[in-house]
């Protein structure tokens, strides 16, 4: 994302793939979202804005080197169970930093942070905790990877006006 995008992104709204944060310091919820985007379908973290209502405003970070060093030193230490290796950039607009943060879906879920029960996955603009179901579901797909896209040869299921044999 370049600086023209992400003022794109800043007139819009916060969706399942782009979620702000104010960060005088590293806010601990960025843990969530982080685990949340690895285990959807990824997303952009950008910290130095504050959302109020619907309304974005940046309002930058004071010491963005250390943020960043922190950020990425935390996400390649022992807090997560896996490594996680974010595209960082870093935007100076209106003399005021701010961070952005690719976070990439990854192929080894779930993706937690402290504890399994530190697993969360975005729903809409949220970062909602996974439910054992839920966690059990990204093991098995893991292991055996993503079936519930897959048809069976042979068996042709109606879905509306599409059945399963026409889509392969």
């Given amino acids: ?3 023209d995008e992400l003022l794109q992104r800043l007139a819009d709204i916060e ?16 843990w969530e979202t982080v685990s949340a985007f690895s285990n959807t379908v990824g997303g952009w973290l950008i910290l130095g804005v504050e959302k109020k209502d619907k ?3 940046i309002i930058g970070v004071s ?8 950020f990425i030193n935390t996400l390649n230490g022992q807090k997560f169970n896996v ?12 003399g005021k930093h701010v961070l952005a943060f690719y976070i990439h879906p ?8 402290n504890t399994q029960s530190n697993t969360f996955i975005r729903s809409g603009s949220g970062d909602v905790r996974a439910t054992a179901a839920e966690i059990d579901a990204m093991y098995r797909d893991q292991a055996f990877g993503f079936k519930t ?20």
């Fill in 63 to 70: 010491n963005p080197e250390k943020i960043e060093q922190e």
């Fill in 149 to 168: 896209g897959e048809c069976v040869e042979g068996l042709t299921i109606k879905i509306g006006r599409a059945s399963c044999r026409e889509r392969v």
């Fill in 106 to 113: 990854s192929k080894q879920k779930p993706i937690y942070y």
């Fill in 83 to 94: 490594k996680i290796r974010p595209e960082a950039h870093h935007y100076t607009i209106d």
């Fill in 15 to 30: 969706w399942e793939d782009f979620e702000v944060k104010t960060a005088h310091e590293l806010p601990k919820s960025c």
């Fill in 55 to 57: 309304t974005f405003s």
């Fill in 1 to 3: 994302m370049n600086k």
